[in-house]
């Protein structure tokens, strides 16, 4: 039961979070040959003020 964890920056669409489930199962699918029923896509958005990169908050861009 293959699980895939994703963290991202909160702000895709439903619509861009559906087709990346999707794909990513899809691919799992493919490389693996688990059923996709068995596969599990969670994710994890983070607020751009929880998230810093090179020393900056993504907030503060």
Same mark, same amino acid.
């Given at each position: #039961?293959?699980?895939?964890? &994703? %963290? @991202?920056?909160?702000?895709? /669409?439903? %619509? !861009?979070? &559906?087709? @990346?489930?999707?794909?990513? /199962? %899809? =691919?799992?699918?493919?490389? /693996?040959? =688990?059923?996709? %029923?068995?596969?599990?896509? &969670? @994710?994890?958005? #983070?607020?751009? $003020?929880?998230?810093?990169?090179?020393? $900056? @908050?993504?907030? !503060?861009?």
């Amino acid at each position: #039961m293959p699980f895939v964890h &994703i %963290e @991202l920056v909160a702000g895709r /669409t439903v %619509e !861009q979070k &559906i087709n @990346l489930v999707k794909e990513v /199962t %899809e =691919a799992v699918v493919k490389n /693996t040959d =688990a059923p996709s %029923e068995k596969v599990h896509v &969670i @994710l994890n958005e #983070m607020q751009p $003020e929880n998230y810093a990169v090179n020393g $900056e @908050l993504l907030s !503060q861009k």
